[in-house]
């Protein structure tokens, strides 16, 4: 059973950098088996895939925010991480970090974070 | 990017009925495309992947299937829990997207 935790600050300025951090157990993130996900939903919207990162640290981006948006690994402490930066208003989200699985060239995201609130006002 | 486009964005059902989502694909995906139930306040819930193979644990109720660039989920018997937004997703092609969403809401 994969487990993952968000964690950081729930209000960012505008301009500034939003970070945030999941903790995963049940695998390594090193497993070779999944793609570390991030995911948003902003207010009233649908999901907005952002990215993911492998344990290779490969990584994808959606290119709506790709010029803004870094994912990283923290092997040590079998955790990843989000970077956003420049961050406005229209970055207020629900943000959402996942595992999706990868067998036998079948994906799906089968394990979510409980998600966290994102607030970007000054 | 390929666009995924959800029809209803909502509907009204009663409980024991039979409903069926579409997620139609702006290009073929093969069978790509998994299917999310979300609940508010809820991590969304992975029900379908590969367009029709059932998660494990999700009840035999919720099937999906594809023709062409046309996606379905069914529920083939409403159940109180099963009140909440659907979302499809495919896999095929980077960046990934999701479908705007159906709400299924209690008549």
């Known amino acids: 059973q994969v487990q993952l935790q968000e964690s950081g600050p729930g209000l960012v300025r505008p301009s500034q950098t939003l970070s945030l951090t999941c903790g995963v157990s049940g695998e390594s993130i090193t497993s070779g088996k999944s793609y570390w996900t991030w995911i948003r939903q902003r207010p009233g919207k649908g999901l907005e895939w952002i990215g993911y990162?492998?344990?290779?640290?490969?990584?994808h981006y959606n290119p709506s925010l790709k010029s803004r948006v870094t994912i990283s690994l923290d092997t040590s402490q079998n955790q990843f991480s989000l970077r956003l930066n420049s961050v406005t208003a229209a970055d207020t989200a629900i943000y959402y970090c996942a595992r999706d699985r990868d067998e036998y060239n079948y994906r799906g995201i089968d394990s979510w974070g409980q998600g966290t609130l994102v607030t970007v006002s000054s | 990017a390929i666009q995924l486009t959800q029809s209803p964005s909502s509907l009204s059902a009663s409980v024991g009925d039979r409903i069926t989502i579409t997620c139609r694909a702006s290009q073929v995906l093969s069978s790509a495309l998994a299917w999310y139930q979300h609940k508010p306040g809820r991590a969304p819930k992975l029900l379908i992947y590969?367009?029709?193979n059932l998660e494990s644990g999700v009840p035999s109720r919720f099937s999906g299937s594809a023709t062409g660039t046309d996606f379905t989920l069914t529920i083939s018997s409403l159940q109180p829990e099963d009140f909440a937004t659907y979302y499809c997703?495919?896999?095929?092609?980077?960046?990934?997207?999701f479908g705007g969403g159906t709400k299924v809401e209690i008549k």
């Open positions: 990162i492998y344990y290779s640290a490969t990584t």
């Open positions: 590969d367009a029709s």
């Open positions: 997703q495919q896999f095929n092609t980077y960046p990934l997207t």
